[in-house]
């Protein structure tokens, strides 16, 4: 007998996402392209979202074959204490994302060691490991919030401007690429990118934010 508390996923307001974000996601941030949120509850408390988007390159599907539309990314997994494995949230949230945009073909989410993070939710999903995105670099706050590099560099939509007082660029690690088909082709197509799963850090570089309590309320209303 399953003594977890009903496990639901529903689509979620931007506030609501915004919420669990900013308060559960070591970023602190809602992305800013076009998303598809889903948002997470147990027993009826909010415990947060799972966001999927376009993600921050526009070539994300190039090496598969695939337009900007056939690919998304899973690009925020804000989560606060909650029962139910993250894994099976996101298998559930696969099939929203899939029923809503039929012509999805793979899913791609990146774990980010620098922040501890080595992908087990994925491998626990069943997500092909496909190594290591390439290095890059950030700028890093006196305050310790890190930012990416191509927000002061003019790179998209942003507008170039100098870095903050103080900041510094450090290199980071490349970060852990899981790759999710929608589709059998694309599986088969997938299958000789897949690498041994790469096991769990000791430790974390940089420690997440403290948790915080959840909403019960369905919109998650900006309440301390």
């Known amino acids: 007998m399953n003594s977890r508390p009903e496990l639901k996923l529903d689509w979620a307001t931007p506030e609501a996402a915004s919420y669990a974000c900013q308060r559960w996601h070591y970023s602190g941030t809602l992305p800013a392209n076009k998303s598809n949120r889903l948002g997470v509850w147990e027993g009826g408390k909010y415990v947060g979202c799972l966001i999927f988007g376009l993600g921050a390159s526009p070539s994300l599907g190039k090496p598969y074959g695939l337009g900007i539309f056939d690919i998304c990314e899973l690009t925020r997994v804000a989560l606060t204490a909650h029962e139910w494995p993250v894994s099976k949230m996101v298998k ?133």
């Open 92 to 224: 559930v949230a696969l099939g929203f994302l899939k029923c809503k945009n039929p012509g999805l073909r793979l899913v791609v989410s990146f774990a980010d060691e620098y922040h501890g993070h080595h992908g087990g939710i994925y491998q626990a999903g069943g997500w092909v490991y496909a190594g290591r995105s390439s290095p890059s670099k950030m700028v890093k706050a006196l305050d310790g919030k890190l930012f990416d590099l191509r927000r002061f560099n003019g790179h998209g939509h942003n507008k170039k401007k100098a870095i903050p007082a103080g900041a510094g660029i450090i290199a980071m690690p490349g970060k852990h690429r899981y790759l999710m088909p929608l589709d059998k082709k694309m599986a088969e197509q997938i299958k000789p990118l897949s690498k041994p799963y790469p096991k769990r850090v000791k430790q974390a570089m940089a420690g997440p934010p403290a948790q915080r309590q959840g909403s019960a309320d369905l919109h998650a209303p900006m309440a301390q």
